[in-house]
């Protein structure tokens, strides 16, 4: 009776540990997760307040919306960038080969299979809303030069050229 009860408790606890199998889209290509992505937008962060979790929920202001529709003001949560050590912030305009080389980005899997992102107030990221989350989804952007944002629209170029 003690190995039943002691086997159905082991059970039941597995429901703590989560995500022991990330979704593809966490690390889909960078191809992929703009084909697939409805909305992108570049957004600045005006404001942080308390979500009802572990998460910080920061207020956006949409500055440009590069595919889909965007709401002028939306909400996400993440993480301070400012309490977080070694924050990447925009790998350098994204030109580092950290960024490139190793799937990296610009957020935090917490373990939850979903990734967030770092955002600083007063910052611009380019922002895929509305999908699932992927470790790019959230990459601060500092200028019209940065690599990343200029990939992402000539990616959504291609793909609409190919539509018509």
Not at 28 to 34: F, G, N, R, T, Y
Not at 74 to 87: M, N, Q, R
Not at 99 to 108: L, M, R
Request: proline share 5%; hydrophobic share 40%; charged share 25%.
């Amino acid at each position: 009776m003690r190995f039943i009860l002691f086997t159905l408790l082991l059970i039941a606890n597995l429901n703590v540990f989560a995500c022991t199998v990330p979704p593809r889209t966490l690390l889909q290509s960078d191809e992929d997760l703009v084909s697939r992505s409805p909305n992108i937008a570049l957004a600045k962060a005006q404001r942080q307040g308390n979500s009802d979790n572990n998460y910080v929920k920061f207020a956006f202001n949409t500055v440009e919306t590069i595919k889909g529709k965007v709401p002028k003001e939306f909400y996400l949560e993440g993480f301070s960038a400012k309490e977080t050590e070694d924050s990447p912030g925009d790998f350098s305009g994204h030109k580092m080969p950290e960024f490139w080389a190793f799937s990296a980005g610009n957020s935090i899997l917490p373990g939850d299979c979903n990734a967030y992102g770092l955002f600083e107030i007063g910052k611009t990221y380019l922002i895929f809303y509305g999908g699932p989350t992927h470790v790019r989804s959230f990459e601060q952007i500092s200028s019209k030069d940065d690599v990343w944002l200029n990939v992402v629209k000539l990616l959504i170029e291609r793909e609409e050229h190919w539509k018509n």
